[in-house]
């Protein structure tokens, strides 16, 4: 699975270091439309609302990209980020602010013929997720668990790096229920090339994504991968380069029955297909039960069955 938060300038508040990342996001979403083709992945793309509004900064508005991606050969899903990028979980958001960021997302939407079902919370901050359902989502994504999760700000930074020196494969993990929608586990973010990211190799970028995806095949789970396109703006051509690596795996692994690749919405709605919910540590997480007619499965090298994998 490969989600994208859409939302140039939205999400760093214009930060002006960003500038030519920001400017060179539309260059980057094309060449990854034409890599998504070429490989025929289909991604989740969550859009700021703001971000689908005419206006006259093209850093705050961009139709033009939700165009692009609607009118991909290979079908990409719409997701939403919000209508404004607020930090949902902040004390001051309430759950009206909420309903008026979901409100809006949908509204403008449904003038593009696009019917919202995925949401991605801005920087991840997970809150009001009660009030999703209200306005048609049926899934968000969760966040990375990573084994470094629970440090303190400074050395998890400091362990974030070190993972990504030390190719240790991400998380991989399958769908909980929460209240009336999915979630689904977050995974790998794809870095930019700056800062602390910039001396690391894109081939450790790839290397440890195509380590995700196996790790997700032999564990029968999902592999979510995710960044910004403005992040990838930072050396398009590099971090292309490095996407690209991934997705040759993709297909070389989908093509012998070992993944699948699903967006956000497919995973969503495969509970709709025979799949039972089984109760365990005070959650519920999608597993495979009774008559799964319908239901793809893929198989190993040994022709086993195996329940789906999505990258």
Same mark, same amino acid.
């Given at each position: 699975?490969?989600?994208?938060?859409?939302?140039?300038?939205?999400?760093?508040?214009?930060?002006?270091?960003?500038?030519?990342?920001?400017?060179?996001?539309?260059?980057?979403?094309?060449?990854?439309? /034409?890599?998504?083709?070429?490989?025929?992945?289909?991604?989740?793309?969550?859009?700021?609302?703001?971000?689908?509004?005419?206006?006259?900064?093209?850093?705050?508005?961009?139709?033009?990209?939700?165009?692009?991606?609607?009118?991909?050969?290979?079908?990409?899903?719409?997701?939403?980020?919000?209508?404004?990028?607020?930090?949902?979980?902040?004390?001051?958001?309430?759950?009206?602010?909420?309903?008026k960021?979901?409100?809006?997302?949908?509204?403008? &939407?449904?003038s593009?013929?696009?019917?919202?079902?995925?949401?991605?919370?801005?920087?991840? /901050?997970?809150?009001?997720?009660?009030?999703?359902?209200?306005?048609?989502?049926?899934?968000?994504?969760?966040?990375d668990?990573?084994?470094?999760?629970?440090?303190?700000?400074?050395?998890?930074?400091?362990?974030?790096?070190?993972?990504e020196?030390?190719l240790?494969?991400?998380? &991989?993990?399958?769908?909980?229920?929460?209240?009336?929608?999915?979630?689904?586990?977050?995974?790998?973010?794809?870095?930019?090339?700056?800062?602390?990211?910039?001396?690391?190799?894109?081939?450790?970028?790839?290397? /440890?994504?195509?380590?995700?995806?196996?790790?997700?095949?032999?564990?029968?789970?999902?592999?979510?991968?995710?960044?910004?396109?403005?992040?990838?703006?930072?050396?398009?051509?590099?971090?292309?380069?490095?996407?690209?690596?991934?997705?040759?795996?993709?297909?070389?692994?989908?093509?012998?029955?070992?993944?699948?690749?699903?967006?956000?919405?497919?995973?969503?709605?495969?509970?709709?297909?025979?799949?039972?919910?089984?109760?365990?540590?005070?959650? /519920?997480?999608?597993?495979?039960?009774?008559?799964l007619?319908?239901?793809?499965?893929?198989?190993?090298?040994?022709?086993?069955?195996?329940?789906?994998?999505?990258?």
């Amino acid at each position: 699975m490969f989600t994208l938060d859409t939302e140039i300038a939205w999400g760093m508040k214009g930060d002006k270091n960003w500038q030519k990342e920001f400017e060179n996001t539309r260059q980057v979403v094309d060449g990854l439309l /034409k890599l998504l083709d070429k490989y025929q992945i289909s991604a989740t793309w969550a859009f700021v609302g703001e971000l689908m509004r005419e206006g006259e900064d093209r850093l705050y508005h961009a139709p033009d990209l939700l165009k692009a991606v609607m009118d991909c050969s290979t079908p990409q899903e719409i997701g939403c980020h919000s209508f404004s990028h607020p930090v949902m979980d902040d004390a001051a958001f309430k759950a009206d602010d909420m309903d008026k960021e979901l409100s809006s997302c949908v509204d403008i &939407t449904k003038s593009a013929g696009v019917e919202l079902k995925s949401f991605v919370f801005p920087q991840n /901050k997970i809150a009001h997720i009660d009030r999703l359902s209200r306005f048609g989502f049926v899934c968000y994504r969760g966040k990375d668990k990573s084994w470094y999760a629970k440090f303190p700000k400074f050395l998890n930074k400091l362990a974030h790096v070190v993972d990504e020196y030390l190719l240790i494969a991400p998380p &991989t993990g399958m769908p909980v229920r929460r209240g009336e929608v999915l979630e689904i586990p977050g995974g790998y973010f794809y870095p930019h090339k700056r800062g602390w990211a910039k001396p690391l190799p894109v081939s450790f970028r790839a290397r /440890k994504a195509v380590k995700g995806l196996r790790k997700a095949s032999d564990k029968r789970q999902i592999f979510h991968l995710w960044t910004h396109p403005f992040n990838l703006a930072s050396d398009p051509k590099e971090l292309l380069h490095g996407l690209e690596a991934i997705f040759k795996e993709v297909a070389q692994m989908r093509e012998k029955g070992h993944i699948e690749v699903k967006t956000m919405r497919e995973i969503a709605a495969l509970r709709r297909t025979s799949l039972a919910m089984t109760e365990y540590g005070g959650s /519920k997480s999608l597993l495979p039960k009774g008559d799964l007619e319908g239901l793809t499965f893929a198989r190993n090298d040994k022709g086993e069955e195996m329940e789906i994998a999505s990258s």
